[in-house]
């Protein structure tokens, strides 16, 4: 049975990726500091023989007895009030943490990949954004420490290719959204989500007229998975290029949840990219892949998980940002 350590488990990207590689037949390994991760997203897992959990930080030396086939690297906060909050432990996950499991890899023989994101396109002067174009990114803004965290990744992962030979992938993650996101984790599928189950107005940060290309999880999971096991080296992005207003899809929602609620705008954060849409052409060449799930079923599935959820669990969400 092959061995898959996966970071940042407890996470809603980790957890689901546990659920694919179980479900595969591996021997997983989990692994969160539980800082933005829930163990509630994988409790479900620990009554199985071939899944374990360690709670531990990667920015700290990272051992994992016997043998090790594959990395996934997916531990860091990912929405803007998380990482607005820690932005120290954000930068610190993206390259300790990387260095820590790229060395873990290389000691093991294991294949790595890690979670890049579209943020290392910043605020694109190329759209729709494609692995060739090399971003527009405020390096001191306040989304600096996630960016650059993700930039970095990027850079030490190719470095440890081209110089150990160590087998690496990177994928480009663009807004995945879905079952087990954290209402008030700042992103806006949830805080709208939230808005609307709780009566509340929806909140636009600027005029709305930003747009976002959202990928449901499943096919983001799928595309991370052929990813690892096919022979491609270099940045893939992984998203859905079905592009949206903001304030479009804030209607969408309001129509979705079936309520009243009337849309009001605030001020746009510093440095939010104005255009998100991925070219997933590289994708679809090398992984045969494209995703599948259309917004309007994806959003169903979403909101019948949040729908789940007691008047308290509703709590208050915190809309800063459209990441």
């Known amino acids: 049975m092959q061995k898959v350590l996966i970071t940042g488990a407890a996470g809603f990207l980790g957890s689901h990726l546990c ?6 037949g591996f021997h997983v390994i989990g692994m969160d500091n539980l800082i933005t991760g829930d163990l509630k997203n994988i409790e479900h897992l620990f009554k199985l023989d071939h899944f374990e959990f360690y709670h531990h930080d990667v920015t700290k030396f990272v051992h994992i007895p016997g043998k090790l086939d594959y990395i996934l690297h997916f531990a860091s906060p990912a929405s803007p009030i998380d990482y607005l909050k820690i932005p120290i432990q954000t930068l610190k996950v993206g390259s300790l943490g990387t260095h820590n499991l790229l060395g873990l890899a290389k000691e093991k023989k294991a294949r790595i990949l890690i979670a890049s994101t579209s943020e290392v396109y910043g605020d694109p002067l190329v759209h729709p954004q494609n692995e060739e174009y090399y971003g527009n990114v405020n390096t001191i803004g306040p989304r600096g420490v996630y960016d650059e965290a993700k930039r970095f990744q990027e850079s030490i992962t190719m470095a440890y290719h081209t110089y150990h030979g160590l087998e690496t992938r990177i994928a480009r993650i663009f807004n995945t959204y879905g079952p087990r996101m954290r209402l008030n984790d700042g992103r806006v599928v949830p805080a709208f989500i939230g808005q609307a189950l709780r009566g509340e107005d929806l909140t636009i940060f600027g005029d709305g007229k930003q747009t976002r290309s959202f990928c449901y999880v499943d096919d983001q999971v799928e595309g991370i998975y052929r990813l690892l096991f096919s ?11 079905d592009e949206i207003t903001i304030k479009t899809f804030a209607e969408e929602i309001i129509k979705l949840t079936e309520t009243k609620q009337k849309v009001m705008y605030k001020d746009l954060p510093i440095d939010d990219p104005m255009q998100r849409q991925p070219d997933i052409s590289k994708a679809k060449e090398v992984l045969d892949w494209e995703p599948k799930v259309s917004r309007s079923d994806g959003m169903k599935r979403t909101l019948d998980y949040f729908k789940g959820f007691s008047k308290g669990e509703l709590e208050k969400s915190e809309h800063r940002d459209f990441s």
């Not at 659920?19 to 595969?24: P, V, W």
Request: charged share 25%.
């Open 19 to 24: 659920d694919r590689f179980i479900k595969e």
């Open 231 to 241: 022979n491609y080296i270099y940045p893939v992005n992984i998203g859905n290029p």
